[in-house]
């Protein structure tokens, strides 16, 4: 089940929608470069894609310009609310934040705060053009794709329970099949005015008293000076080196050095020889992220609260104490257990034909976010500081104007410092997994990128609603595979061949030639795009 990879010299777009990769290519023939055609496409996933992505979430962006000759990035994650404590929430006899319903929508979106700073400072063509597309498909509507209509099903009862949400997605009190117009004006009127006011229409404007009122009158957290106060942060992605390959990834409060910790682990070991399809394979890759996610548990959070040590956590020798740790039982599954996490998202990724690159991911955190629409906007406000914790000792509690522990990891790999590969998913807990599934792919077994996204996925630990800490293994291997794992002490829980839970990967190679393919993942609905 391999999608078509194309391959181009002068221009390459991916995303998880066919709509959105469109979009990006129209901007991209209009005289815009790529962080326009980032911008664009992140506008029209909000709309096209609005389960996973949308005005009321966050953005990270990793990019690359030729020009300065520099990998930078910007974090658009939104900060918990002034008000927001851990005593707010015990005081109403909660031992946990909801993760739905309005007092989960305690973070202030970061999404159109990405857009105004990365346009501002990169992009080409004016600021009004970039929405044309989103407005387009919000205001004229557009056919419901395969992988909306399955969470719209999923999600019924939430629907159900929103006014706003059932108006839409079910006005004649039965959900919207696949391939039926989804019309949705409200979302149109409301980017129509950031079209017109910028960013501040969202953060000091007509939306953001329409998002406040609206939280507030519904008993939320969020207060005007919230959204007056927030601004997202320009940073210095993190990086390793892997046989010769740079590898960036964003700094805490993402993830991101996760992937960065396992792939140092895997460099102690000849990758290639160890055959992909194996048990022996797979066991190595749940122990090597066993060992990242624990460091991860431990210390992830907003770095201006807590200090994280990422000179230890992403030195050579540290991997080495952490693989020598594996090797003392090689053939053992050892004991880990996450905090179940979110995984809706959508990754996307840009390079035009004067190598400017993009490669950025959005989200609502879970599916729908916090099914909580912020009254007449349209806008879907996200959950992500669902996932603070209220344990004073937990390096994630909840503290006002903080950036929560964040799964979202946009990545990058240069060589001879350009960009190499550009690449990401949507999974949560699944994204540093799937990533490392695509790293060995292209750099250790010589695949291309459409072949490393499609070979077979696992995923190990929990999304929300889940308890147990399973091997997920998609159902395309052999039978000894799942045995000998299980006699491991892996807890193998085969699923679907292509099955959505491995989330929806995209990527962009660009070789010694300058020749680019793309791939888009046959678990989505997206499309690569190259000319």
Not at 233 to 250: D, F
Not at 431 to 451: A, C, F, K, N, R
Request: a negative charge; glycine letters at 10%; proline letters at 5%.
């Amino acid at each position: 089940m391999l999608n078509i990879m194309p391959r181009a010299e002068r221009a390459m777009i991916a995303t998880p929608h066919y709509l959105a990769s469109s979009v990006g290519s129209a901007i991209l023939q209009q005289g815009g470069n790529a962080f326009d055609a980032a911008i664009a496409i992140s506008a029209a996933l909000g709309v096209v894609y609005p389960h996973m992505t949308g005005l009321g979430g966050d953005a990270f962006f990793l990019m690359h310009h030729p020009a300065t000759g520099t990998f930078t990035g910007f974090n658009g994650s939104g900060k918990s609310a002034a008000q927001a404590t851990p005593e707010y929430y015990k005081e109403k006899g909660m031992e946990a934040i909801p993760q739905r319903g309005v007092l989960s929508a305690i973070t202030v979106p970061g999404m159109v705060d990405t857009w105004w700073q990365v346009w501002e400072k990169y992009g080409k063509l004016p600021w009004e053009k970039l929405l044309d597309p989103a407005i387009a498909y919000a205001e004229n509507g557009f056919p419901i794709s395969r992988n909306l209509a399955f969470w719209m099903r999923k999600d019924e009862a939430f629907i159900r329970a929103s006014e706003q949400l059932s108006a839409l997605y079910m006005p004649d009190g039965e959900l919207l099949k696949e391939g039926a117009r989804l019309v949705q004006k409200e979302m149109a009127q409301t980017l129509r005015i950031i079209q017109q006011g910028g960013r501040e229409a969202f953060y000091n404007g007509s939306v953001m008293r329409a998002i406040v009122d609206s939280v507030q009158r519904d008993g939320g957290l969020l207060q005007e000076d919230d959204f007056r106060n927030y601004e997202g942060e320009w940073v210095k992605p993190l990086s390793t080196t892997y046989r010769g390959y740079e590898i960036y990834q964003m700094p805490p409060n993402s993830q991101g050095f996760t992937a960065l910790m396992m792939m140092n682990m895997l460099e102690n070991i000849e990758v290639s020889a160890v055959p992909r399809a194996s048990a022996n394979f797979y066991h190595i890759m749940s122990e090597v992220i066993k060992k990242a996610f624990r460091d991860r548990d431990r210390y992830l959070t907003d770095p201006r609260f807590r200090e994280i040590p990422l000179d230890r956590l992403l030195s050579k020798e540290y991997a080495k104490q952490l693989w020598d740790e594996i090797q003392a039982e090689p053939l053992k599954a050892s004991p880990h257990l996450s905090p179940a996490i979110g995984q809706d998202t959508a990754y996307a990724a840009v390079v035009d034909e004067e190598g400017n690159a993009v490669s950025f991911i959005q989200s609502l955190y879970f599916d729908f976010g916090a099914a909580y629409v912020a009254g007449d906007t349209g806008v879907i406000m996200q959950n992500r500081g669902s996932f603070f914790s209220l344990d004073p000792a937990c390096a994630n509690v909840l503290e006002p104007g903080k950036r929560s522990f964040h799964t979202l990891i946009p990545a990058m790999i240069a060589k001879e410092g350009k960009p190499y590969m550009l690449f990401g998913t949507q999974g949560g807990e699944g994204q540093p997994q799937t990533q490392l599934s695509i790293m060995t792919g292209v750099l250790d077994y010589g695949l291309s990128i459409q072949e490393a996204i499609s070979l077979p996925r696992w995923v190990y630990g929990r999304t929300w609603g889940e308890d147990g800490d399973a091997l997920k293994l998609e159902h395309r291997l052999d039978a000894e595979v799942y045995a000998r794992l299980t006699k491991w002490g892996h807890r193998v829980e085969p699923v679907n061949s292509w099955d959505g839970i491995m989330g929806q990967a995209q990527g962009i190679v660009i070789d010694d030639r300058g020749v680019m393919s793309g791939a888009a993942d046959p678990r989505g609905d997206g499309l690569a795009i190259g000319w």
